[in-house]
T-cell receptor, first 113, second 114 residues
Framework: DVKVTQSSRYLVKRTGEKVFLECVQD?????MFWYRQDPGLGLRLIYF???????EKGDIPEGYSVSREKKERFSLILESASTNQTSMYLC????????????FGPGTRLTVL | KNQVEQSPQSLIILEGKNCTLQ??????????LRWYKQDTGRGPVSLTI?????NTKSNGRYTATLDADTKQSSLHITASQLSDSASYIC?????????????FGQGTILTVHP
């Protein structure tokens, strides 16, 4: 079974703090993704990566950065957290081609006070 | 602009009943369409995938249909169970020069009552 794990299920941070969300997948998948999910807006793609050290902006990259130093690990960084970044963050991975099924982690619910 | 619209936004049914969720999309060119199930507090899990040439795909009590001409899909759940309570998300993958780009619907929240 594919397993995608995220470092925290719940996280509370203060405005202006630097926040790291980590995602690890154990199936040697090429592609990894970060989404945020908000009520009424569905899932929105923040960044994705199709290879180590490669990254591509998604639909809403502003205020975020990412890092992929190893194939199995994809980190999402909030350089200076703001209250409008309070959300559910979901990480996903997929095997090879972009249309492969994505496997999602359990999500991190981030609250920025 | 590529869009995926799902209806209804929410649905309440009694255990044992059937229901149908709808998905309309404007994604073009089309590559494939997936339905995901997301339990509360968990990540989405893929239920079915259909390409242009497929018009029906089943996964147990879940049956998805696709009409590529009208750009509509439906997810039919038969003999619902309490464990079917979840959000169901329709996701369309683009082809052509936008190959692999995903457009997500907002989801339908299904609640099954005993």
């Amino acid at each position: 079974d594919v397993k995608v794990t995220q470092s925290s299920r719940y996280l509370v941070k203060r405005t202006g703090e630097k926040v790291f969300l980590e995602c690890v997948q154990d199936m040697d998948h090429e592609n990894m993704f970060w989404y945020r999910q908000d009520p009424g807006l569905g899932l929105r793609l923040i960044y994705f990566s199709y290879d180590v050290k490669m990254k591509e902006k998604g639909d809403i990259p502003e205020g975020y950065s990412v890092s992929r130093e190893k194939k199995e690990r994809f980190s999402l960084i909030l350089e200076s957290a703001s209250t409008n970044q309070t959300s559910m963050y979901l990480c996903a991975s997929s095997p090879r081609i972009p249309t492969d099924t994505q496997y999602f982690g359990p999500g991190t619910r981030l609250t920025v006070l | 602009k590529n869009q995926v619209e799902q209806s209804p936004q929410s649905l309440i049914i009694l255990e044992g009943k059937n229901c149908t969720l709808q998905c309309n999309y404007t994604v073009s060119p089309f590559s494939n369409l997936r339905w995901y199930k997301q339990d509360t507090g968990r990540g989405p899990v893929s239920l079915t995938i259909m390409t242009f040439s497929e018009n029906t795909k089943s996964n147990g009590r879940y049956t998805a249909t696709l009409d590529a001409d009208t750009k509509q899909s439906s997810l039919h759940i038969t003999a619902s169970q309490l464990s079917d309570s979840a959000s169901y998300i329709c996701v369309v993958s683009a082809g052509g020069t936008s190959y692999g780009k995903l457009t997500f619907g907002q989801g339908t929240i299904l609640t099954v009552h005993p």
